[in-house]
């Protein structure tokens, strides 16, 4: 199957900054790639949905200005969590879709 | 707007035994799909189900699915410690993914 990576694998942030996440596509060009969230212990929750060259689209009660998604190439998305809150430390997975969806290995952020 | 349950949500079950995971969803999906997590890690793909009756296996592991009951499910035939995980399904809503709430399989000696 596809590859996906993600990076960093796990980061730590003071509160009020704000971190940067990248999603590539190693061997296969995604078009249409989803960032998901996840609490322990608890489901994953689609957050956006982020489409190369356009504006992602943000999935109801997520908040467009705080969990900043750019698409700028075939290969990479990013998240930017800005202005990190200890409430957003989570675990984000990103995924490419090429027929079905990969997913990266996840980051997990803690927000200190 | 599709909604996905699971049942169970925790099944510890003994080392040899069967059991079955249960995934209901509430209006038509294009494909349903099941998922290992590991602790700490992401997911891992087990199936993918495509139309009504599909049935995979691999290894100890069963998935069917019956679009018109609108249900999936995993069998487990004779567990063993390495399944123990997280399992994940999920229904394909126009390539969004709407997951179940995950089974975590807990497999004791």
């Known amino acids: 199957g596809a590859v996906v990576s993600q990076h960093p694998s796990w980061v730590i942030c003071k509160s009020g900054t704000s971190v940067k996440i990248e999603c590539r596509s190693l061997?296969?060009?995604?078009?249409?790639m989803f960032w998901y969230r996840q609490f322990p212990k608890q489901s994953l929750m689609l957050m956006a949905t982020?489409?190369?060259?356009?504006?992602?689209?943000?999935e109801q009660g997520v908040e467009k200005d705080k969990f900043l998604i750019n698409h700028a190439s075939l290969t990479l998305s990013t998240l930017t969590v800005t202005s990190a809150h200890p409430e957003d430390s989570s675990f984000y997975i990103c995924s490419g879709l090429d027929g079905e969806q990969y997913f990266g290995p996840g980051t997990r952020l803690t927000v200190t | 707007e599709l909604k996905v349950e699971q049942n169970p949500l925790f099944l510890s079950m003994q080392e040899g035994k069967n059991y079955t995971i249960y995934c209901n969803y509430s209006t038509t999906s294009d494909r349903l799909y099941w998922y290992r997590q590991d602790p700490g890690k992401s997911l891992e793909s087990l199936f993918v189900l495509l139309s009504n009756g599909a049935v995979k296996q691999e290894g100890r592991l069963m998935a069917s699915l019956d679009t018109k009951a609108r249900l999936s499910t995993l069998h487990i035939t004779a567990a063993v410690h390495d399944l123990s995980a997280t399992y994940f399904c999920a229904g394909d809503n126009t390539d969004k993914l709407i997951f179940g709430t995950g089974t975590r399989l807990q497999v004791f000696p």
């Open positions: 061997d296969f060009q995604a078009t249409t």
């Open positions: 982020s489409n190369e060259g356009s504006k992602a689209t943000y």
